[in-house]
């Protein structure tokens, strides 16, 4: 499962929840999509595969992420 989160800046606290997809493709272009056109806007696409933490929250990793524009 992928995650598309959109920030301002590298703080965990500027992340916004764009969307949950199971494709790829389909993430990936929600991420370009979301950051088309605005500037100091940057995605982050994460990846979850079902494993939780001691505190029962996902564990996810990065799996690409933009510059700013």
């Known amino acids: ?4 989160y959109t920030s301002t800046d590298k703080s965990s606290l500027s992340k916004k929840f764009v969307g949950e997809f199971k494709d ?8 370009e ?8 806007l940057r995605y982050i696409v994460e990846e979850t595969n079902g494993t939780v933490d001691s505190y029962g929250e996902l ?3 990065v799996v690409a992420e933009s510059d700013f524009n």
Do not use: R
């Open 33 to 40: 999509q979301a950051i088309e056109g605005k500037a100091g």
């Open 59 to 61: 564990i996810a990793s």
């Open 1 to 4: 499962m992928f995650q598309v």
């Open 24 to 31: 790829w493709d389909d993430a990936m272009d929600c991420a």
